[in-house]
């Protein structure tokens, strides 16, 4: 079993940085792919990003391509997400996941463990 906790969200002006980590127990979290997805109100929760079980893979969704990265310190069983030039679009809950996979996965039915979620405001 995983156990994930998010944390870091907040109220950040347009343009503006945060960065959310997402702190995992279990022994399995260095073999798993982690993801971050968001949920805004009244839409669907869709995929932000995921990370190979090592690093050495990463996919994003297009909408943060350029302005989101996602690492992870396995020896640490933390994955990130540094998000840069947010959009007042970018408001949502902010879910990390993780799932038996070693490589990135987009589809959150692929993820079998999630957090409790992370509120990101974005003010214009």
């Known amino acids: 079993q995983v156990q994930l906790v998010e944390s870091g969200g907040g109220l950040v002006q347009a343009g503006g940085s945060l960065s959310l980590s997402c702190a995992a127990s279990?022994?399995?979290?260095?073999?798993?792919?982690m993801g971050w997805f968001r949920q805004a109100p009244g839409k669907a929760r869709d995929f932000v990003g995921a990370?190979?079980?090592?690093?050495?893979?990463?996919s994003y969704a297009d909408s943060v391509k350029g302005r989101f990265t996602i690492s992870r310190d396995n020896a640490k069983n933390t994955v990130y997400l540094q998000m840069n030039s947010l959009k007042p679009e970018d408001t949502a809950v902010y879910y990390c996941?993780?799932?038996?996979?070693?490589?990135?996965?987009?589809?959150?039915?692929?993820?079998?463990?999630w957090g409790q979620g992370t509120q990101v405001t974005v003010s214009s």
């Open positions: 279990g022994r399995t979290f260095n073999s798993y792919v």
């Open positions: 990370i190979s079980w090592n690093g050495g893979s990463t």
């Open positions: 996941a993780s799932g038996r996979y070693s490589s990135t996965r987009s589809s959150a039915r692929d993820y079998e463990y």
